[in-house]
C-alpha cells in the first residue's frame, strides 16, 4: 500500500533551521511529482513547494521563497524540506504527497516556531 512518512519536526524558535524528510513506499518514487502542505491551527491546508520527478524543477509558496528548500533522493525514496529563518506563521503541520496519485497523504510531522 501507498505509505508517507514524514519525520523531523519540533519546537524551534524564530530564525532557526529544520530540516524534515518524507520517506515513501508503495509506489514508484521517481514517477511522481512530489509536494509540501501545511495546515495551521484554524486554516486550510496550503501548497508550500514542489519537485519535479527529477529533482530538476521546483517551485515554492511566496510565503517561503528564499528560506525553504525543497529536495529530493530517489535512490532513497525519499523527498526533503530544509526550512531556515523560521518565522511563528511557519507553524503547522506539514504533509509531503505525491502529485496525482490518490490517498498518498501521511500523518504530517508538527512544526512550531516559537519563544
Known amino acids: 500500500q501507498v505509505q508517507l512518512v514524514e519525520s523531523g519536526g519540533g519546537l524551534v524558535q524564530p530564525g532557526g533551521s529544520l530540516r524534515l524528510s518524507c520517506a515513501a513506499s508503495?509506489?514508484?518514487?521517481?514517477?511522481?511529482?512530489m509536494r509540501w502542505y501545511r495546515q495551521a491551527p484554524g486554516k486550510e491546508r496550503e501548497f508550500v513547494a514542489l519537485?519535479?520527478?527529477?529533482?530538476?524543477?521546483?517551485n515554492y509558496a511566496d510565503s517561503v521563497k528564499g528560506r525553504f528548500t525543497i529536495s529530493r533522493d530517489n535512490g532513497k525514496n525519499t523527498v526533503y524540506l530544509q526550512m531556515n529563518s523560521l518565522k511563528p506563521e511557519d507553524t503547522a503541520v506539514y504533509y509531503c504527497?505525491?502529485?496525482?496519485?490518490?490517498?498518498?497523504w501521511g500523518q504530517g510531522t508538527q512544526v512550531t516556531v516559537s519563544s
Open positions: 504527497n505525491a502529485y496525482s496519485l490518490n490517498d498518498s
Open positions: 508503495g509506489f514508484t518514487f521517481s514517477r511522481y511529482q
Open positions: 519537485i519535479s520527478t527529477g529533482g530538476k524543477s521546483t
